[in-house]
C-alpha cells in the first residue's frame, strides 16, 4: 500500500517515507506486458525532436530477445542481409514502419530488409534508449519501444501552453510539454504492477531531492522528484525494458531522462498521467 506523509507544524514536508523501485521479477512470463501497438497508431507530433544525442543514453545490462534463428550463422531472419554486415532481425519491418513515422532517427526504407543505412538508424535509436545490445538488431524489446513511441500522441496530454510532465500509461512512455510543444521525448517509462497501479490524473511535484532513500526497499533512488503519497518520478534501479516487472507506483526513468526531468521540473510542477498500464 501507499505511504503517507507525516507533517510537522511550520516544517517543511519530511523526505519520503516509502519510494516505489521495481519489485523483484515474478514468474510471469518475460517479456511486455502491453497490449500491441497498431502499424496504423497515430505518430509523435513534429515537435517530437529529441533533445539528447543518441549515444548519450545510459547503458544496461539485460539483452534484446533472441529467437532460435537469430544466430547470424543459422541462415534464419537472424542472418546477416547481404547487403548489410548487422544480422537482421525477426522484427525487422515493424521498427521500420515506427522508425519511419518517428522521422527523427534517419532516413530507413521500408521494406523488412537489413541495410547498413538501416542498421546504423537502428543502433543509434537504441543506444538512446539504453536497448542492450545496441547491434542494430530489430528484436521485440526494440520493436516494442520504437512502436509504442510512434503511437505517443501529445494531444492528449491536454497540457495547454503551460510546463507539463506528461505520462502516456497505455504505452508506458512520458514527455516534458511547453509552450505548447514537446521539448524532450517522447521517451520510455515503467510504472506500477499490478496491485500498484500507477493514478491517472493531474498531480504537482511537492517534494524532490537529488537522491533519496527508500526505507521499505533500502534503495537509493536517483532524481526523486514526488507527485502524489509515495509516488514520483525517478531514475530506474533496474533494466527498464523489462516489462515483466513494475514499480510500486513510481514512474521510472532512464538516466539521462532521469536528469532532463530533475533539470527542468519545480517544485509545484504540473504532472499528467493519463491511460492505464496494460494489465493493471
Known amino acids: 500500500m501507499r505511504h503517507r506523509y507525516a507533517c510537522a507544524a511550520g516544517a517543511v514536508l519530511m ?5 516505489c523501485s521495481p519489485s523483484a521479477p515474478s514468474n510471469e512470463a518475460a517479456g511486455p506486458s502491453l497490449a500491441p501497438v ?6 509523435a507530433g513534429p515537435s517530437a525532436t529529441p533533445s539528447v544525442s543518441p549515444s548519450t543514453a545510459a547503458g544496461a545490462s539485460a539483452t534484446d530477445p533472441a529467437t532460435p534463428t537469430d544466430n547470424p550463422g543459422s541462415g534464419g531472419t537472424g ?9 537482421q532481425g525477426p522484427r525487422q519491418r515493424d521498427v521500420e514502419v515506427a522508425l ?8 530507413v526504407t521500408v521494406d523488412g530488409k537489413q541495410s547498413n543505412a538501416d542498421c546504423a538508424v537502428i543502433k543509434k535509436f537504441q543506444k538512446r534508449y539504453a536497448i542492450s545490445p545496441a547491434s542494430g538488431r530489430a528484436g521485440d524489446t526494440t520493436a516494442s519501444v520504437a512502436q509504442r513511441l510512434a503511437a505517443t500522441d501529445p494531444s492528449k496530454c491536454q497540457a495547454g501552453t503551460g510546463l507539463v510532465a506528461c505520462v502516456d500509461l497505455t504505452h508506458q512512455t512520458t ?6 510543444k514537446m521539448v524532450w521525448g517522447p521517451t520510455v517509462t515503467r510504472t506500477g504492477k499490478p496491485g500498484y497501479a500507477t493514478p491517472s490524473g493531474w498531480f504537482k511535484v511537492f517534494d524532490r531531492a537529488p537522491k533519496h532513500w527508500s526505507n521499505p526497499y533500502k534503495v537509493w533512488l536517483p532524481y526523486w522528484q514526488q ?8 531514475q530506474t534501479t533496474t533494466y527498464i525494458h523489462d516489462m515483466s516487472i513494475g514499480s510500486h507506483g513510481c514512474v521510472n526513468l532512464l538516466p539521462v531522462d532521469a536528469k532532463k526531468y530533475y533539470s527542468t521540473l519545480k517544485y509545484g510542477s504540473r504532472v499528467h498521467l493519463y491511460g492505464r498500464r496494460p494489465g493493471t
Do not use: E
Open 15 to 19: 523526505a519520503a517515507l516509502a519510494a
Open 79 to 87: 542472418a546477416a542481409a547481404a547487403t548489410s554486415s548487422c544480422a
Open 227 to 234: 507527485f502524489y503519497n509515495g509516488d514520483g518520478f525517478h
Open 38 to 43: 497498431a502499424d496504423t497508431s497515430a505518430p
Open 100 to 107: 519511419n513515422k518517428l522521422r527523427i532517427w534517419g532516413a
Open 175 to 180: 514527455y516534458i510539454m511547453n509552450g505548447g
